[in-house]
């Protein structure tokens, strides 16, 4: 009876056994099918399906190296650099040995710059495997960020040598050489990777990107190499459509294409493209800036204000995109209009930050851009009241005055105020000379200046396909703004400005930036409208960089008498307000650097009214010298000094034969002197 009762239970537990056996089965097959599943879709460049797989892995496997390489690599693809870094020391805690953790860990490190760390993962598995193009590349990749270059090529060219050009080891070496703005190599190389690989959509994509670099700064060869572009990026769309490093790069070529050929239609297509990558990728500042810049272009304002507002909340400190958004907003936009409300409101609050502190002088352009924005705001006016009234403005103060007046008719503050600043005007050598008229609702100033009268080209960006598309315009808007606010300097502006881009436009200009860079072969068109008027004599040209936030201006100013440039300053300038305070800090050397010099207005009895006053930088005591021609012909004293014109006695009997309207006045100790300041 034991026996028989034995027989039943043993098969029992057998069976039992065997289905346990069975199910573990099934569910290592759906592990496997899973981790196999999300390979694929991670091949497809579809992480977050790809991670779902590997996690659902995971559930049936807690231990499964596959899965957990899986979840960490597909969590760095997108982002998420905290989870990838725990599942690859996850997995190195087993597999101390596991290379491609050690290469996944160390992307995490690079991101960091803890090169310790990397060199501490990677230097022993490089003894055991030196031959290793995995672990090659990674410590390429440190050596690069580290600025080592040279020795980066020399290791992956040696081994890539050694090994018969794998194609892995060829597309590091082209990274490299693009790293170095070697480009022909760059090219050579990735254009080998491509031929053992060419099924590999970022190759060509890649392939792309060097031709563009490779010609960037020669025009022509530019526009004759966009065929191959276009080839290349076709090659890479076709291979895979949602590649975002192909679709950008199309969107470069679509803007030189059009440019070159004036095709809106082509532009349009560079819109499309753009907007596509900036709803795919809402983090990327470049792509929302790219988008408003060209929707300013076409007209989109909608989707201009939208990006530049999404773009300036990306990064905030982005002095260029700050200033391009402004100069949309003034040429584009209501005063009412909530984007330029805010930019003008950002402006007051920095003016109101930097009026008393070291900045203070370049503070002035926060206060000028925040009255070209908000106009109507009571705060600005009210600043603008006491910066007119501190500076000796009195024409603009008095006009200032007048339209508060007109709003608030009785206010007895304002009418006092008013009919002090109109008895100052009457006072004024200006008007008794007849150069300022007082009427009813307004003052007229009619002062004719003759100081000296600048240029500004566009500046050229010393990298290729700069940030910002319109940088090297703006930087040059810029110049002419904060020129413009010194009376001692004319800056050449309005429609003689546009009638001169457009003769420069025809000769030579850049088919991505648009710019027009400085050539001296093409100075005789900035005279094109002046046919008796005195000539432009001075250019001021030069380059920029800006990277990791920092502006690097190298600027010069050109003197078509001596035919060469009689200055050069380098400077650079970093963080918030860093464009108002270079700009201020070049424009202050280029008032320095030129002659203070006007022409005589009027011949009277016993003196000569000139075109020299406070503004031009002359006290009571400074002493002029009449020129004619170059000519020097003697002195003379000021006896009364004004803001923009001056009474002057000359110094020799008999002056009345010898002097006549017309003829030119200067400072002698500001004659201009050759110096470099770098």
Not at 158 to 164: H, M, P
Not at 256 to 263: G, R
Not at 318 to 341: H, Q, V
Request: glycine fraction near 4%; hydrophobic fraction near 35%.
């Amino acid at each position: 009876m034991f026996q028989n009762l034995v027989k039943p239970t043993f098969l029992i537990l057998y069976i039992t056994a065997l289905l346990v056996s069975v199910s573990f089965l099934n569910a290592e097959t759906t592990t496997l099918e899973d981790i196999t599943d999300g390979k694929r879709y991670q091949s497809e460049n579809n992480c977050r399906k790809a991670i779902q797989l590997y996690q659902s892995a995971l559930q049936k496997n807690r231990n499964s190296i596959d899965a957990k390489l899986g979840v960490a690599d597909c969590s760095f693809r997108l982002g998420a650099f905290r989870e990838s870094k725990k599942f690859y020391l996850e997995i190195l805690e087993r597999e101390p040995k596991h290379i491609p953790g050690v290469i996944g860990l160390s992307e995490i490190y690079l991101r960091d710059s803890d090169f310790a760390a990397i060199a501490k993962l990677i230097d022993p598995l490089l003894v055991e495997f030196p031959n290793h193009s995995g672990l090659r590349i990674t410590e390429a990749k440190s050596l690069q960020k580290q600025g080592k270059l040279d020795s980066a090529i020399y290791k992956i060219k040696t081994l890539a040598t050694r090994l018969d050009e794998p194609a892995d080891l060829l597309l590091m070496l082209a990274e490299l050489y693009f790293t170095k703005q070697n480009y022909n190599d760059a090219y050579n190389a990735i254009d080998s990777y491509s031929k053992k690989e060419p099924n590999d959509a970022d190759g060509f994509a890649f392939k792309a990107k060097v031709l563009l670099y490779q010609n960037y700064f020669y025009p022509n060869q530019l526009k004759a190499v966009l065929p191959l572009v276009e080839d290349a990026l076709q090659n890479s769309i076709n291979l895979d459509p949602k590649g975002e490093q192909a679709r950008f790069f199309s969107v470069y070529h679509d803007i030189i294409l059009a440019n070159q050929t004036a095709d809106k239609e082509i532009k349009k297509r560079a819109f499309r493209s753009i907007y596509e990558l900036a709803r795919e990728f809402p983090e990327n500042q470049l792509y929302h800036s790219l988008e408003a810049n060209l929707a300013w272009e076409l007209g989109e304002t909608k989707f201009a204000t939208y990006h530049y507002r999404r773009a300036l909340q990306l990064d905030d400190l982005d002095e260029i995109l700050r200033f391009e958004a402004e100069e949309y907003t003034i040429a584009s936009e209501k005063e009412e209009s909530k984007l330029r409300r805010e930019l003008g409101d950002y402006r007051r609050d920095r003016f109101y930050s930097e009026k008393h502190s070291l900045y203070h002088k370049s503070s002035l352009f926060h206060l000028k851009r925040a009255k070209d924005l908000s106009p109507q705001t009571p705060v600005i006016r009210k600043e603008l009241l006491e910066f007119y009234n501190q500076t000796g403005e009195a024409v603009k103060y008095t006009n200032l005055l007048l339209r508060l007046r007109e709003e608030d008719p009785n206010s007895f503050k304002l009418q006092n105020k008013l009919e002090f600043s109109i008895k100052n005007l009457k006072d004024s050598i200006e008007f008794r000379e007849g150069y300022i008229q007082i009427d009813p609702n307004s003052i007229q100033e009619n002062t004719v200046r003759f100081s000296p009268e600048v240029y500004v080209f566009d500046l050229e960006s010393s990298l290729a396909f700069p940030y910002h598309l319109q940088a090297g315009r703006l930087l040059a808007e810029a110049f002419r703004y904060n020129l413009k606010q010194i009376q001692s300097v004319r800056v050449v502006d309005g429609d003689e400005l546009k009638h001169i881009r457009g003769l420069l436009k025809e000769s030579n200009f850049h088919p991505f930036s648009q710019t027009l860079p400085f050539k001296i072969d093409n100075l005789h068109l900035l005279d094109s409208k002046r046919k008796n008027a005195a000539k432009v004599r001075y250019v001021v040209h030069g380059r920029y960089q800006i990277k990791d936030g920092d502006i690097r201006l190298d600027v010069s100013v050109y003197d078509r008498d001596s035919l060469r440039d009689i200055a050069t300053w380098s400077t650079n300038q970093r963080g918030r307000d860093s464009l108002p305070t270079i700009i201020h800090r070049i424009s202050e050397r280029i008032k320095d650097l030129l002659p203070k010099e006007g022409k005589i207005l009027k011949v009277k009895k016993d003196e000569v009214i000139v075109s020299l006053g406070k503004d031009d930088g002359l006290k009571k005591d400074s002493k002029l010298e009449f020129q004619r021609k170059g000519k020097s012909l003697f002195q003379g004293e000021i006896t009364e000094l004004g803001k923009s014109i001056s009474s002057v006695k000359p110094s020799i009997r008999g002056w009345e034969k010898e002097l006549a309207t017309g003829d030119d006045v200067i400072l002698p100790k500001d004659l201009r002197t050759e110096k470099t300041d770098k």
